[in-house]
């Protein structure tokens, strides 16, 4: 039988999926919102995305750690394979996913209904970030570093600095 999660305080695990090729301020926001709402929240990166990430695994739990530093309650982790089975691994029945704009919500809820008939026990829950950060995505960011533009307001210091190190190493090659 489906246990009310939302109602039985068992909905304190979340993990927040995603690709993070690099983490935003845009995601940060959601990460933000989502610590206070419950008990521990994984920022989890997906190690089978179907993208071609600019960076290593290794890179981005590193860029993802030095984001969430201070905040309580949240950790890094990574999944290969379905998010409900990590979500399960590590006792969570929250996903949350940012809803930036309302073309996300018809793919969005597609998949949090597919991923709740694999894992009854999971509700996906929507938070939206700060309307400063509503146009922005991964790609966009890594497109104007790569041609010179300007980043700062988008990602954290030291995410400018890897992506300018990585397409600097990049034009040299
Ligand atoms: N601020 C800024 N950008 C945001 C954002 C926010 N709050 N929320 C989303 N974005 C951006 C992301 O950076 C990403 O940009 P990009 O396409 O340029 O890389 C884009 O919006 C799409 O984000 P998202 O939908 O979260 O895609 P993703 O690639 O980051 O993650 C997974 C998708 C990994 C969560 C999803 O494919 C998954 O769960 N895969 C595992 C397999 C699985 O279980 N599938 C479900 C089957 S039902």
Do not use: W
Request: glycine share 6%.
């Amino acid at each position: 039988m489906k246990t009310d999660n939302l109602h039985t305080g068992n909905c304190r695990i979340a993990v927040y999926p995603g690709t993070f090729d690099p983490i935003t301020n845009g995601h940060i926001d959601i990460i933000r919102r989502a610590a206070p709402i419950f008990q521990k929240v994984y920022v989890t990166i997906a190690v089978n995305s179907a993208k071609q990430p600019l960076f290593s695994l290794e890179e981005r739990l590193d860029l993802v750690r030095r984001s969430i530093e201070g905040i309580p309650g949240v950790e890094v982790s990574a999944f290969s394979g379905l998010v409900v089975d990590h979500a399960r691994q590590v006792g969570a029945t929250v996903i949350i996913r940012g809803l930036r704009a309302i073309s996300d919500f018809e793919y969005e809820f597609q998949i949090a209904l597919m991923n709740r008939k694999q894992y009854h026990l999971v509700d996906t829950v929507f938070l939206m970030p700060d309307e400063r950060y509503t146009y922005l995505s991964s790609s966009l960011v890594k497109e104007i570093a790569r041609h010179g533009g300007k980043v700062e307001c988008f990602v954290p210091e030291f995410v400018e600095t890897a992506m300018r190190e990585k397409f600097s190493k990049e034009t040299r090659e």
